[in-house]
Structures are given as structure tokens and as C-alpha cells.
């Protein structure tokens, strides 16, 4: 099985930074593009940012320029750098997979993590 596990969320104040980390384990071979995704009370999960396993990458434009996905293919685990965060930026950030190759050949799809919790507030 495959199993993610996000880290690094905490209570930090506007402006400062944090530094998000999804280990993925499992027999893994590859992952084509992971993603983080944070979502807010009410609210359905939004895409934060992505990486392909060639290092393009996606943003949604309120993170432009504030954050940074990369990634570990050897390790298969994703970053998300945060800088200058804002209250807004509070949520539960997810990361996830939309396909993970598997040693044997085989394949899972939409693969997700628990979540952690970043909280920006003064």
C-alpha cells in the first residue's frame, strides 16, 4: 500500500514562513506530479500548488511569488516552502497524488494524505 503523511504545519504569525513536508511510503517506483491542496471550514479542497516529476510547476495566484513546491524523486517527498504568510493562507494543507506507479507494475490513483494544520494569525 501507499501511505502519505504531510508535516510541518503550526500557529505562526503573518509574514513569517513555514516549511510543509509529505513523505510518501510504500513500494513506490514513480509519481508522475503531486500536489498540495489546503482546504478551509465550508470549503472543498483547493489546489495550492504542483510539480511535475520534471520539476514544472503550477501555482494558484494568490501563493505566486510567497511559495515554493519541489520535490525529492528519490525519496518520493514533496515541499512546500512558505514565505510571507497571511492569515488567509490558514488552512489544512493536504498533498497528493494523481497517479502512483507501484513496484510490481501496478498503479494507485488519487492518492492522499491526513492533512496539517497551518494556522496564520497575530
Known amino acids: 500500500q501507499v501511505q502519505f503523511v504531510e508535516s510541518g504545519g503550526s500557529s505562526v504569525q503573518p509574514g513569517e514562513s513555514l516549511r510543509l513536508t509529505c513523505s510518501a511510503s510504500?513500494?513506490?517506483?514513480?509519481?508522475?506530479?503531486m500536489g498540495w491542496y489546503r482546504q478551509s471550514p465550508g470549503e472543498r479542497h483547493k489546489l495550492v500548488a504542483s510539480?511535475?516529476?520534471?520539476?514544472?510547476?503550477y501555482y494558484v495566484d494568490s501563493v505566486k511569488g510567497r511559495f515554493t513546491v519541489s520535490r525529492d524523486n528519490d525519496k518520493n517527498t514533496l515541499y512546500l516552502e512558505m514565505t510571507r504568510l497571511r492569515p488567509e493562507d490558514t488552512a489544512v494543507y493536504y498533498c497528493?497524488?494523481?497517479?502512483?506507479?507501484?513496484?510490481?507494475?501496478?498503479?494507485?490513483?488519487?492518492?492522499w494524505g491526513q492533512g496539517t494544520q497551518v494556522t496564520v494569525s497575530s
Open positions: 497528493s497524488a494523481e497517479r502512483v506507479v507501484l513496484a510490481g507494475g501496478r498503479a494507485m490513483f488519487n492518492v
Open positions: 510539480i511535475t516529476s520534471a520539476g514544472s510547476t
Open positions: 510504500g513500494d513506490i517506483v514513480y509519481v508522475e506530479t
